[in-house]
Structures are given as C-alpha cells and as structure tokens.
C-alpha cells in the first residue's frame, strides 16, 4: 500500500495523507479495533450507549426473552458427497455485511510459492476473511456469542464497590491527537479509569459502566493464514485450535468429503448464569461475576459430517446447525448461547432437507 501510494500519490486525497506511511501497528490496532468494537463488544457497547444512571440497581430487571429482531443477516450451507449430485462436498458462502464503514470487502487471489488461495476480506485486513484454495474452503457468519460483559459500578469515596468493600480505580492519562476545524492536530488528555471488571466506558455521579473483553490472544490474523493454506481438515483443525479468532462461526467443506461446523469465539468461562443473565448489564458489586479465562476449542460445539449430509447457519444458535438437531442445548453451558430459531434458519434448514441431490 505505502509503495503504491508513493508512486501513484495523486490517487489518495489530501484528508487522508495523514495516516501515511501505514505501518504494521496500524494494521494490528485497526483489526483489533474491528474485532472487538464492532463486533465481539458491539452489542454491549450498544447497551452502554442507551444506559442512564437510576437510583435502583439492575439486579431485579428481568431480561427480555425474545429472539432478535430479524432483518440482515448472512447464511452459509455446506453440503456432504451422499447429497451432492456430483458426489463432491460443496460450500455456500454467503455473507452480508453493510457496504460501508469499515464493513467492505473485496476479493482477490494469492498466489505465492505453496499459496493458491480465493476469497474475500475487509479493507485494511491482510489475508483473507473467508476463502478457498485447491484442498477446501471455510466462510464465516455472526453467531450468537456473548464474549463481551458491561457492569454496573456503584461508585464511592472516588473508588467503586466490590463485594461490599471500596476498591480504588487505577488511574492512567492518555494523550491523543484530534485534528481540529483548521485542520491541524492537537493534543488532547483523556483520564482512564480501569476497575477489576475492565475500563470504565461510561461514568455518571454516582455509577458508572465498565466493559470486559478477552484479549490475550492478538494473533487472528496469523489463524486465518494457517487456515488459507491448509491443505485438509487435520491442518485446518490445527489452525481452528489455535483459538485466536475471537468471534464468527465457522462452516467447511474439503475435496476429501468433508463437512463441519463450529460455533467460534471466545467464550467466557463463567462461574455460572444462564444467557439472559450474562445479556445484559451485570450489577458489578460480586467478584464471582468476573471471569479471566475462555472455554477451550474441545468444549466449542460442533459437528462433523453428519449423517443427514448437510449443515446451515443463518446466524442462529448452533444447536439447528442440523435438523433433526445433533448438538443439544443442555449438554453445554446455559450461557453458551440462546434457544431459538428464526424463520430465515427454519427456511434454509427446510431447503437443504427437502432436496435430495
């Protein structure tokens, strides 16, 4: 990019020379950013947003136990050799995300000593997002993960409470450069506040809200290279174990036959709590409400080739991932994901059920 900006620079204009040269730093925080703002953080940073300081706490709210509303979503399909009329597995990738912002992709192909690899990611990512080369192909949909928590503190004596005692907040000053109406760049300090849940995103008089992410583990981009060059499902599977994407679920299709299906991401090893519990924002007075670590790729679920010979996700929970359902809600955590199905995943599911080849 910085090369050919540097021979071509009429093509960039003059708002936007600011951010050049582009360096793997902006790389890394640009993904991250992505990653955890907009999508593993969005939907509580959206709760935050709407929240405003009340004088009773949250804890007898009584959390709202209807599906999401359904208007956008992406689907994928794969399909296995017994219902294929060419007697070849075969992939559907289908995603749909706004063509705006920082949500566009583009396509294009690799091809490097070893690398023949297609398919598409977001502008500013390096690699690919969802792609296929000569051995298999994965794509990826939003899934119905809850890896972010907000909490509610109750702030006093310049601290908040936790378990019932006063905890001091660690106190940091950052410097940041805005560029003004002149269009210069000007120095502004912002105070961080950080508490035992996370950075403090919001503060009123006498509450605040702080934000938890996991973000132990940076390397996603190095996954989904792994994952683009992998030349069966040991290597691909290898790549998945990794555990360094922190969201997305995960459909596959190989030469060799082979179709699977996870539901991906970081989820939080919670003490306990089932969805409705954890989905929302969590009055922040017990430390038994905080969690440092993430399930493992072995309590993900899963499925690999079934034997009704295909598996969908429209965004859904991944226990309809197949009909009749092989993965059940009760042999997972409560909080692992929520119980619906929605009529768009009930139409792609009858789809592929009543179509025999």
């Known amino acids: 990019m910085n090369a050919y900006l540097s021979a071509h620079p009429e093509t960039i204009e003059a708002a936007n020379s600011d951010i050049l040269p582009i360096t793997v730093a902006d790389i890394n925080q640009h993904s991250l950013y992505v990653f955890y703002v907009r999508f593993v953080g969005g939907g509580d940073l959206g709760k935050i947003h709407s929240w405003q300081e009340k004088d009773q706490p949250e804890e007898d709210a009584d959390p709202s136990q209807e599906a999401p509303h359904e208007d956008t979503g992406s689907n994928t399909y794969a399909v296995g050799p017994s219902r294929a009329a060419d007697g070849h597995a075969m992939l559907v990738q289908n995603p749909h995300l706004p063509w705006s912002d920082v949500f566009l992709f583009y396509e294009f192909h690799g091809i490097a000593p070893g690398v023949n690899t297609y398919g598409a990611t977001l502008v500013g990512f390096p690699g690919w997002r969802i792609a296929f080369n000569e051995n298999l192909g994965w794509s990826h949909t939003n899934n119905t993960i809850d890896n972010a928590d907000s909490?509610?503190?109750?702030?006093?004596?310049?601290?908040?409470?936790?378990?019932?005692?006063?905890?001091?907040?660690?106190?940091?000053?950052?410097?940041?450069?805005?560029?003004?109406?002149?269009?210069?760049?000007?120095?502004?300090?912002?105070?961080?506040?950080?508490?035992?849940?996370?950075?403090?995103?919001?503060?009123?008089?006498?509450?605040?809200?702080?934000?938890?992410?996991?973000?132990e583990r940076p390397d996603a981009s190095q996954q989904w290279w792994k994952t683009a060059t992998a030349k069966n499902f040991k290597e691909f599977e290898s790549a998945l174990q990794m555990g360094q994407i922190p969201f997305w679920n995960v459909m596959y299709a190989d030469k060799d036959g082979n179709i699977f299906y996870l539901f991906n991401g970081h989820v939080p090893l919670?003490?306990?709590?089932?969805?409705?519990?954890?989905?929302?924002?969590?009055?922040?007075?017990?430390?038994?409400?905080?969690?440092?670590?993430?399930?493992?790729?072995?309590?993900?679920?899963?499925?690999?080739?079934?034997?009704?010979?295909?598996?969908?996700?429209?965004?859904?929970?991944?226990?309809?991932?197949?009909?009749?359902?092989?993965?059940?809600?009760?042999?997972?955590?409560?909080?692992?994901?929520?119980?619906?199905?929605?009529?768009?995943?009930?139409?792609?599911?009858?789809?592929?059920?009543?179509?025999e080849s």
Request: proline fraction near 8%; aromatic fraction near 12%; hydrophobic fraction near 35%.
């Open 151 to 215: 909490y509610e503190l109750q702030l006093q004596d310049d601290g908040y409470l936790l378990d019932g005692e006063v905890q001091p907040f660690e106190r940091s000053v950052k410097t940041i450069k805005i560029k003004n109406e002149s269009g210069h760049l000007a120095d502004y300090e912002i105070e961080i506040l950080r508490s035992a849940h996370g950075p403090v995103v919001k503060k009123g008089k006498k509450k605040a809200v702080a934000i938890r992410f996991f973000l």
């Open 270 to 355: 919670r003490a306990g709590g089932d969805w409705n519990y954890w989905d929302r924002i969590i009055p922040g007075g017990k430390s038994a409400d905080l969690w440092t670590e993430v399930h493992p790729y072995t309590d993900l679920p899963k499925v690999k080739n079934p034997a009704i010979g295909w598996l969908q996700n429209a965004n859904d929970p991944p226990w309809t991932c197949t009909d009749p359902m092989q993965l059940k809600p009760e042999e997972f955590p409560t909080y692992m994901a929520p119980v619906f199905n929605l009529f768009r995943s009930q139409r792609s599911a009858r789809m592929l059920a009543e179509d």
